[in-house]
């Protein structure tokens, strides 16, 4: 009996050994594109199999709560309600993948739709910190206070959404997600902005890292709160100010290294991003990215959005 034991665990060794190329951060690119996910196995090759991920339909990090690897196919599922133009439906996501020439190659379905394939990337190692060693460049006025000069839409075919009045940056939510059209990697970024009762937008970074804009006054610090990194990082204090006054950031990113000001108070100091959150549109990490606005959950007007690079 024991021999027969042995040999089992022998046999199956070599499969646990593979499973662990499993492990590590992942970028992904959904074929769909317009948006990016992020995927971190740990344990793979060991009883103690784990999993995060950001991506489709929810915006969080969540635990993954069904995950497997067999037979060299890693398969990890979530059931949530997922909405479909303007129906809402709960039903199981179900994402499959395989390695491939050191990358994820996979498929995601629910609900009997056409299959959704993607592909995931190693994250990127990014070593620069914000050690002090950083100067200013020339500062760049990414809104004139006149018109949209400088923004795309993220969305392709749909009317911009977003208009200048009387020298203010405002949305008609819903409306696509706003880019700079410039990319930028390492900088300090000075934002005014306003939101009314039970607003809900976000800025990205690189168009990557999701700083929340949320109508919380006086409420309890989450994942969700204004001026954390979304589902990532929290606030150390809540210092939002009521709603329809206007409110500051200020955040310096370097590499992953991100520290936010709000309203003259640091929130977040010099903290590490560990990885893409729901706003993330390109997975391309270890590439400068634009600032990017969020327009489809509420109202928020913006005066000045000022970014200085960081350079050596």
Avoid: C
């Avoid at 199999?49 to 497997?68: C, H, N, T, W, Y």
């Avoid at 050191?102 to 995931?120: D, I, M, S, Y």
């Amino acid at each position: 009996m024991r021999i027969a034991l042995l040999l089992a665990l022998l046999s199956a060794s070599p499969a646990f050994s593979a499973d662990d190329q499993f492990n590590g951060r992942w970028d992904i690119q959904p074929a769909t594109r317009g948006r990016a996910w992020w995927l971190e196995i740990t344990g793979a090759g060991t009883p103690a199999l784990r999993g995060k991920f950001v991506g489709a339909p929810g915006g969080q990090m969540d635990d993954i709560p069904e995950l497997s690897i067999q037979n060299g196919e890693l398969r990890f599922v979530f059931e949530r309600e997922w909405r479909f133009g303007e129906k809402r439906q709960r039903m199981r996501g179900v994402w499959t993948a395989r390695l491939v020439d050191g990358k994820l190659k996979g498929q995601f379905n629910a609900g009997g739709r056409p299959p959704v394939e993607w592909t995931g990337v190693r994250a990127p190692v990014i070593t620069e910190k914000d050690d002090g060693s950083w100067r200013e460049g020339k500062p760049v006025e990414l809104f004139n206070g006149k018109d949209l000069s400088g923004w795309v839409s993220l969305t392709p075919g749909r009317e911009t959404g977003w208009l200048v009045k009387d020298g203010l940056l405002t949305n008609q939510a819903p409306a696509p997600n706003l880019a700079s059209e410039q990319k930028f990697w390492n900088f300090k970024l000075h934002v005014e902005y306003r939101v009314e009762a039970r607003s809900n937008s976000g800025m990205g970074l690189r168009g990557r890292y999701e700083v929340q804009i949320l109508e919380d006054h006086g409420r309890p610090v989450t994942s969700h709160s204004n001026g954390g990194l979304y589902s990532r990082i929290l606030p150390a204090v809540n210092a939002s100010k009521p709603a329809g006054e206007w409110q500051t950031f200020d955040i310096r990113l370097v590499g992953r290294m991100v520290t936010v000001a709000l309203n003259g108070t640091k929130i977040i100091d010099n903290r590490e991003i560990e990885g893409l959150t729901a706003v993330a549109t390109d997975p391309s990490e270890a590439e400068p990215g634009p600032i990017t606005l969020q327009g489809d959950h509420g109202v928020v007007e913006f005066r000045k959005i000022t970014l200085t690079p960081l350079l050596r």
